[in-house]
């Protein structure tokens, strides 16, 4: 778990499935959260971060920021939870070292938004004492990859193939699981 607080891995079949999670645990996500998704291409990051967008009640359309680098998804005042935070999706797999993600400037935002990063890991730690590490594992070859998370598999059209996602806390915010994931794993998920 390498200094984790605790860590929760669930199992789901279909991108509805990653979606309705990652919108379960978007209702419970506050300003100043900090997400760091990993998982090869085609793993779900992005419709784990549309699922998340909806359960936080930002404006529809999330895709990927892969060559804006930063999205900004602001509340809807009429959404779910009217007043809360924005969501801040960034693509950081262009970008080699912290430094760059300074460049960006996210620290601007971080106290009243949800910073969602994919490819963040080794990059972002500085920018909260804690944070919440989601790892997305797509089956690659009808066996479960969960040793290299750099596998590029360019075959994202089988949406519905199952992943297995790893959830990690750090830091105070994350010192228990949110109850989303125990639930969820009680559930079968």
Same mark, same amino acid.
């Given at each position: ?35 760091? +998704? ?17 359960? +936080? ?16 998804? %602001? ?10 935070? $924005? ?44 944070? +919440? ?16 998370? $750099? ?5 994202? $059209? ?19 699981? %949110?109850?989303?994931? $125990? ?7």
């Amino acid at each position: 778990m390498s200094g984790a607080l605790w860590e929760r891995t669930l199992t789901v079949t279909t991108a509805d499935q990653t979606h309705a999670l990652a919108a379960g645990l978007g209702g419970v996500l506050e300003a100043g959260d900090l997400l760091v +998704l990993t998982g090869e291409l085609g793993a779900g990051k992005t419709t784990f971060t549309q699922g998340l967008g909806e359960g +936080l009640g930002v404006r529809a359309g999330i895709i990927s920021p892969t060559f804006v680098l930063v999205r900004i998804h %602001p509340n809807l005042p009429d959404g779910p939870r009217p007043g809360g935070p $924005d969501l801040v999706h960034v693509d950081a797999y262009r970008l080699e070292s912290a430094a760059e993600i300074d460049d960006i400037d996210l620290e601007n935002t971080m106290d009243t938004a949800v910073t969602v990063v994919e490819w963040g890991r080794d990059r972002v730690e500085h920018l909260s004492e804690s944070r +919440l590490e989601i790892q997305l594992h797509r089956s690659v070859g009808g066996e479960r990859s969960t040793e290299a998370l $750099d596998v590029l598999d360019f075959d994202t $059209d089988d949406d519905d193939e199952p992943r297995t996602i790893v959830f990690r806390g750090f830091g105070p915010r994350w010192a228990e699981a %949110p109850s989303i994931l $125990d639930n969820a794993e009680q559930g079968g998920n």
